[in-house]
């Protein structure tokens, strides 16, 4: 597939509100550590907005 997507899920009280990010896929060797890096910065601006 040439379109890759990351799903978010972020509680909202007793829901739950789900977030898709996609696009198109890079196709590169060096691809190594992309995905921890991803949720990295997204653990970062979760705990960034709540102080």
Do not use: K, M, Q
Request: charge should be negative; glycine fraction near 6%; hydrophobic fraction near 40%.
């Amino acid at each position: 597939d040439d379109i890759v997507t990351d799903i978010l899920a972020v509680a909202e009280g007793d829901d739950i509100a789900w977030r898709e990010f996609s696009h198109p896929r890079v196709f590169s060797p060096n691809t190594h550590g992309t995905g921890c890096t991803l949720s990295a910065a997204i653990a970062a601006e979760v705990a960034h907005r709540r102080h």
